[in-house]
C-alpha cells in the first residue's frame, strides 16, 4: 500500500492559473490526479520551482497534498528553456526533502515532463524508489509538427528525454498514439509504458447551461459563439481560428449579426515574442467587431464560456490529449479540432465533433459554419459529446494510475532484490 508519492512539476505549479505562460492541462493534471490520490489516503507532496519570494515554502494545499516551493535560480523572468541550467538546485532541494525525513518517507516518484523527469531519475537512485513518468509533450513529436513562427525543441531536451525512457520503472501515455510514439521514436521497452487517459471534473463541466451561462456572460441568446480557449502561442494556431471566421464571414455575410468569437487565454511560449499579433490580426481580417479577448478565468469561469458556446474550435499543431476538448464536450458543446496527437481520442469524429486534417483555415471554416448555424446537427453532437466526456472522469484516471504505481513498485522490488 503506498503511503507518500512525490509529485514533480518543476516548471510550473498546479497552483498556477491554467492558460498563462506555461500553466495549462499538465498543471489541471497533476492537481487534480492529486486530488483522487489523496482522497484514497495516499498522501502527496508537490515539488515546483517558486517564481516569486512571497510564495511560502510549504503550501498545504489540501487535505493530503502539500506543494513545496523549491527556490531555483531568479524567481522571475526565466523562460521554459532556461530551466535546464537550475536543475542542479532544484535537484538539491528535492533530495533535502528526503533527508530531513525518516528514511523512507516516499514510496514513489511521479514526475511530469522533461524537466522534472531529469530530477525524479536522481531521486529514484538516491531514494531506491520506482521512477514513474509522464512526458505530456515530447520534443521528436513536437519538431515534426512545428507551427510557423514556432521554435524547434534543443536537442538537450531530446537527449534528456532519451535517458527518462531508459530509466523510469513505468511511463504513462496520454494515448494508444503516444503510446506508440514513445516505443518508436524513444525505443521505449513496450511493457513498461502504459496508457491512462487524463480526466475531466465532471462537477465543474456540466451540460444543459447554456442559456444561464451566455446570461451570465452577457452573451445575446441567439448568437453564434465561436470559442477558442487555451494558451496563446503558434502551438496552439488560435490564428487559425480567427481566420476560419473570416472565411466564414466572406462565404456567409448574414452570420456576422449573430457570429461571436471569443479568444479565452493568456499569451505563452513564443506567443510572448508579439503579444499583440492576435489582435492586430483580427483588424487586418476586418473581424474586430465580432471577437472577444478574454484574460485567462478560473475553471468556474471557463465552464459557462464552454457552455455558452455553439462550439469550440482545438486547431493545435501537437496536443499530447487535449483537456479543452474534453472540458468542452462535458459541458455539451461540439469540438472542431486538428486530427493530430491525443485530439483523435478526445473526440470522436463525426459522433462529439469534426476531425481537420492540416490547417488549413478554409476547411475549419467548412466544419465550422453547419455547426453555426444548423441548430439541430449541433443539438445531437451535443448530446454525443457529453455520453463521449463521461468515460474521462478524473476517478477512472486514479484508478489506472494506481494500477501503474503498483506494477512499477512490483519492478522496482524485482530489479533491486
Not at 243 to 248: G, H, N, S
Not at 364 to 384: N, V
Request: charged letters at 20%; hydrophobic letters at 45%.
Amino acid at each position: 500500500m503506498l503511503r507518500r508519492i512525490a509529485m514533480l512539476s518543476a516548471h510550473t505549479s498546479p497552483l498556477e492559473q491554467p492558460g498563462n505562460g506555461d500553466a495549462g492541462g499538465m498543471n489541471v493534471y497533476v492537481l487534480e490526479l492529486s486530488r483522487q490520490l489523496a482522497s484514497r489516503g495516499v498522501e502527496v507532496e508537490i515539488f515546483t520551482r517558486a517564481t516569486s519570494r512571497h510564495q511560502p515554502s510549504l503550501v498545504l494545499a489540501e487535505p493530503g497534498i502539500l506543494v513545496h516551493h523549491v527556490t531555483a535560480g531568479p524567481f522571475e523572468g526565466l523562460q521554459k528553456n532556461d530551466l535546464p541550467s537550475q536543475l542542479c538546485s532544484f535537484v538539491r532541494d528535492v533530495l533535502r526533502a528526503e533527508v530531513e525525513r525518516e528514511p523512507g518517507h516516499f514510496d514513489l516518484v511521479h514526475s511530469h515532463y522533461w524537466l522534472s523527469g531529469q530530477v525524479g531519475t536522481v531521486a529514484r537512485e538516491r531514494w531506491n524508489v520506482p521512477l514513474v513518468h509522464t512526458m505530456h509533450t515530447m520534443a521528436k513529436v513536437k519538431n515534426a509538427m512545428l507551427a510557423a513562427g514556432d521554435a524547434a525543441e534543443p536537442v538537450g531536451r531530446i537527449y534528456g528525454e532519451e535517458e527518462i525512457v531508459r530509466l523510469a520503472d513505468r511511463l504513462i501515455a496520454n494515448t494508444e498514439e503516444e503510446r506508440r510514439e514513445l516505443i518508436e521514436l524513444y525505443d521505449a521497452e513496450p511493457e513498461r509504458v502504459a496508457v491512462v487517459h487524463p480526466g475531466v471534473d465532471l462537477d465543474v463541466f456540466r451540460a444543459g447551461r447554456q442559456a444561464e451561462a451566455r446570461t451570465i456572460l452577457g452573451i445575446p441568446q441567439d448568437a453564434a459563439v465561436l470559442l477558442f480557449a487555451g494558451r496563446i502561442q503558434p502551438l496552439k494556431a488560435p490564428d487559425v481560428v480567427l481566420k476560419a471566421a473570416a472565411v466564414m464571414l466572406e462565404r456567409d455575410p448574414s452570420l456576422r449579426d449573430r457570429l461571436v468569437v471569443a479568444v479565452v487565454g493568456g499569451a505563452s511560449g513564443t506567443g510572448l515574442d508579439q503579444p499583440g499579433a492576435l489582435t492586430n490580426l483580427s483588424v487586418s481580417l476586418g473581424i474586430d467587431d465580432v471577437v472577444r479577448f478574454v484574460p485567462t478565468v478560473a475553471q468556474t469561469t471557463l465552464a459557462d464560456w464552454y457552455a455558452a458556446a455553439t462550439a469550440v474550435c482545438v486547431p493545435s499543431f501537437n496536443e499530447s490529449f487535449g483537456l479543452v476538448a474534453i472540458e468542452a464536450q462535458a459541458c455539451g458543446t461540439p469540438i472542431v479540432a486538428a486530427r493530430v496527437g491525443g485530439l483523435s481520442t478526445a473526440v470522436s469524429d463525426g459522433v462529439s465533433g469534426v476531425l481537420v486534417d492540416g490547417h488549413d483555415p478554409a476547411a475549419y471554416a467548412s466544419a465550422l459554419h453547419p455547426l453555426l448555424t444548423d441548430p439541430g446537427l449541433r443539438e445531437a453532437m451535443s448530446q454525443k459529446a457529453v455520453r463521449h466526456a463521461e468515460s474521462f472522469g478524473w476517478d477512472v484516471t486514479a484508478d489506472r494510475t494506481l494500477a501503474v504505481y503498483d506494477e512499477a513498485v512490483r519492478s522496482h522490488s524485482g530489479s533491486t532484490s
